[in-house]
């Protein structure tokens, strides 16, 4: 068990929908970063928070946003759903700054996301 | 610019067969992070080891092994006497200091698939 909690595990939606997929960091850790994964694809970065903020943006559709909230759970929100945002979408967190320079990301569980 | 490349998309081995995935990876920084993860048909991503840059020494837990040479930039794994249970997904990946967001940009590789035929 990474620590990390991804909600939900699956979600089916149509086209042109909006959801939200929600992260739990593990405990301690201040930064959560979003992943895309297609179809036998590799890991595209989306998003990174620490701590709240906003620190780097990879290749994230402007129909997709996420935040991080005080208590440093993370929502990735997509919307204007369309059929090739189907994915599996992973959450990982690690400590960020410091002495954690040499953490690795521990990953969720993902969200398998199919959009029909 | 910072980059890993897996070249090797898919690997079918025999069980009991050794089989190594390559990694090569490109870095401006002198200091940096090197990690593997597999992926298991489940699709969970686990996490298997991680190399700083200033030890280049090799490291072996059980049938897995790890060469780091930073002259070829490269960071191998090795896999002795596979199993289908190796069966999976292999992602490198690269860890460094992003100087524009202050904290750590992670860059994965496009993953080796890894099957071991029964």
């Known amino acids: 068990d990474s620590g990390v909690t991804q909600t939900p595990k699956h979600l089916i939606t149509a086209t042109g929908q909006r959801v939200t997929l929600r992260c739990s960091p593990r405990s301690g850790d201040l930064s959560v970063y979003w992943y895309q994964q297609s179809l036998d694809q590799g890991l595209q970065f989306l998003i990174h928070?620490?701590?709240?903020?906003?620190?780097a943006k990879g290749n994230i559709l402007e129909r997709f946003s996420a935040q991080q909230f005080p208590d440093l759970h993370s929502e990735l929100n997509l919307s204007s759903l369309e059929l090739g945002d189907s994915a599996l979408y992973f959450c990982?967190?690690?400590?960020?700054?410091?002495?954690?320079?040499?953490?690795?990301?521990?990953f969720g569980n993902g969200t398998r996301l199919t959009v029909t | 610019a910072q980059k890993v490349t897996q070249a090797q998309t898919e690997i079918s081995v025999v069980e009991k067969e050794d089989v190594t995935l390559d990694c090569v990876y490109e870095t401006r920084d002198t200091t940096y992070y090197l990690f593997w993860y597999k992926q298991p048909p489940s699709g969970e991503l686990v996490f298997l080891i991680r190399?700083?840059?200033?030890?280049?020494q090799n490291e072996i837990s059980g049938r897995y092994s790890w060469n780091f040479q930073k002259s070829t930039s490269s960071f191998n794994f090795t896999i002795t006497a596979s199993q289908v249970v190796d069966s999976a997904v292999y992602f490198c990946?690269?860890?460094?200091?992003?100087?524009?967001?202050?904290?750590?940009?992670?860059?994965f590789g496009t993953g080796t698939r890894l099957k071991v035929l029964a």
């Open positions: 190399r700083n840059s200033f030890d280049e």
């Open positions: 928070y620490y701590n709240g903020e906003e620190r």
């Open positions: 990946a690269l860890s460094e200091a992003s100087a524009t967001s202050g904290t750590y940009k992670y860059i």
């Open positions: 990982a967190s690690s400590p960020g700054r410091g002495s954690a320079y040499n953490s690795p990301l521990h």
